[in-house]
């Protein structure tokens, strides 16, 4: 039977590659994009919604203090909404937007003991005071912790110990 005859369409010859040449395969209902480049799309049009708006009522509120400003926000408006459509026709490239992420987090240093600087890495350890100390100045002692173990102690056990008073019983 003819797809005519039918009413249904042809399925395609074969699998779509993404628009956007980063290698996967890309659908109909996705705009011939593989999945991640068509989420990349959508915040990206989200983003500039939400721009366009804060630029819009940023200028409406401007505009409703001075009325000699409102011409200027006419014209605010008018560059906002064809900047949005620029937007949304730019379709960065996946490999891209991993060079990006790579490149926004921030490298830390090593971890160093707070007493002697010396390079702890993973085998430092975590005083109650909050500092980082290597083994020779693990301890309260070795480095002079401000921390009151004490009245933490004292806390804890109070805590632990609720204080528990009988109910007085009627004597027969």
Do not use: W
Request: aromatic content about 4%; some cysteine.
């Amino acid at each position: 039977m003819d797809h005519d005859e039918t009413g249904c369409q042809a399925p395609p010859e074969g699998p779509i590659l993404c628009i956007n040449n980063c290698g996967f395969f890309g659908s109909v209902a996705t705009m011939n994009m593989c999945s991640k480049c068509y989420k990349d799309i959508m915040l990206k049009q989200d983003q500039a919604k939400l721009a366009a708006s804060s630029i819009g009522s940023i200028v409406n509120e401007t505009s409703s203090s001075n009325g000699s400003e409102s011409v200027a926000a006419a014209t605010v408006d008018v560059q906002a909404s064809s900047v949005e459509p620029k937007i949304i026709s730019v379709q960065p490239s996946c490999a891209s937007e991993l060079s990006e992420s790579v490149e926004a987090k921030p490298k830390e240093g090593p971890s160093r003991c707070s007493s002697c600087k010396k390079r702890v890495g993973l085998t430092g350890f975590k005083c109650r005071c909050g500092n980082l100390y290597c083994v020779s100045h693990r301890y309260s002692d070795k480095h002079n912790c401000p921390f009151d173990y004490r009245t933490a102690a004292r806390d804890a056990i109070i805590k632990a110990n609720p204080v528990i008073k009988a109910e007085k019983l009627d004597k027969i």
